[in-house]
């Protein structure tokens, strides 16, 4: 399955979040309503309020 996907450039589906997101994400988690990869954009993580699950740590 994953040669076939390589050759022919089948890719997954993806969303790229701010750390701020992440709550938001993971209750999408939690509701059965995600379609895509969730990707927390790194160059945003030293934006993350207090007390969100991103900055303790946790990852979706």
């Known amino acids: 399955m994953l040669e076939a996907c390589a050759t022919n450039g089948i890719l997954p589906q993806r969303e790229l979040l701010d750390a701020e997101q992440v709550n938001e994400a993971h209750e999408r988690v939690l509701a059965s ?4 990869r ?5 160059a ?7 007390g969100t699950r991103a900055s303790r740590g946790h990852i979706v």
């Open 33 to 36: 309503q995600v379609r895509s």
């Open 38 to 42: 969730f990707i927390i954009d790194p």
């Open 44 to 50: 945003t993580a030293n934006q993350c309020p207090p």
